[in-house]
């Protein structure tokens, strides 16, 4: 779980890295898109299910961020291992803020909607549930088409690490990754880089939500069953504190309708 204040702060992160990294024709449609639809983009999960990652308010954004910070740092371990530059950090910090872009849903359907199932809701802990309203499309090819349908066109080098950001994991992106002549590798390591940063920034959100309860380090917490999307009603005092602060009126919006 995050506090508004962490909310808040991811997305003015999340800012910075659009408008820090990528050219100014593209940043500026990007930061449209995205302030187009910020209070879905500022409270959507991760995940629509408690045992994947970051399924919680804020934890999209929050995910994205941390993807967007380990590229960077990776993309230096690969340079300092001898990669040949095939790509530049625009094309790394692009591919990691969008990787996960087709998770948003379409603009008009969101994808991960509040679970109305009052059984799964308390014996499963779901606050969450898949919008079935959505016709199936991957999370990579639905998210390039909502970029592309916003004039925002990437690379072939963030195609291809967004479509296969997933690696091997995704049976899907093998004929991409599983060569056995040198032509027919990936001419840009982008991919590789943008992957591993990816499982990193998950398997980080698994280790600080599940590792301790799993060691039996920490009481497995319950999650509040009564409120929407987890963010606790009663507590008033740290959520007043919040408010005051937070400069973003539409995210002040949400959390005082919480
Ligand atoms: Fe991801």
Redesign the pocket.
Known sequence: MLTPEQIQKNWQQFEFYIKHHISQERADKLWAFYTKHEERFIMMPASHKPQYHNCFPGGYID?VNR?VEAALKIDEVWRSFGMIDTYTTEELVFSAIN??LGKFGTEEQEAYIEQTDQWRRDKLNETYMFNDRLEYMSVPDRGLHLLYSNGIIPTKNEVLAIKLHDGLYDESNKPYLVNFTPETKPRTSLIYVLHQA?LL??RIEFEKEWLPKLLGEKKVEEKPKSTNFNLNKNNSGVKQKALKKLANPALADIMKNL
């Open positions: 995910h993807v990787h996960d990816d920034a998950t």
